[in-house]
């Protein structure tokens, strides 16, 4: 079974790319202050949820990297905090994906509580 078959993955590489579509219409002045930072841990979402995947035999560091995922999935969740009070997102786009990214985190934390089921 591969990584990309999970749900958190999926559905976190879904956000990401949301994320990276809607950062487009930024000021370039944000460029590598919000933009960077709000696609860059969107992205983190998924490759720490593929880093962990690799290593889910050692339970301890898989749990840690389900927790490293979690931090990103948050992280992304204050960045579109700061987008919105920025007034470069509406309140319905913040929603939307303040929504989705909740959702990715109950897969995770799923992922982080119960490592036998993802061996």
């Known amino acids: 079974m591969s990584f ?10 879904e956000l990401a790319m949301e994320v990276y579509e809607l950062s487009k219409t930024f000021p370039k002045s944000e460029l590598f202050g919000l933009t960077s930072q709000m696609v860059r841990s969107s992205r983190s979402v998924c490759s720490n949820i593929a880093e962990g995947y690799r290593k889910r035999q050692y339970e301890k560091h898989f749990k840690s990297k389900m927790s490293d995922t979690d931090s990103e999935n948050s992280e992304t969740q204050l960045w579109l905090d700061f987008a919105l009070a920025c007034n470069y997102i509406s309140e319905k786009e913040r929603t939307e994906l303040q929504f989705k990214s909740e959702e990715i985190g109950k897969f995770i934390n799923y992922m982080m509580n119960n490592p036998n089921k993802f061996r």
């Open 4 to 13: 990309k078959s999970l749900l958190a993955y999926q559905k976190g590489f």
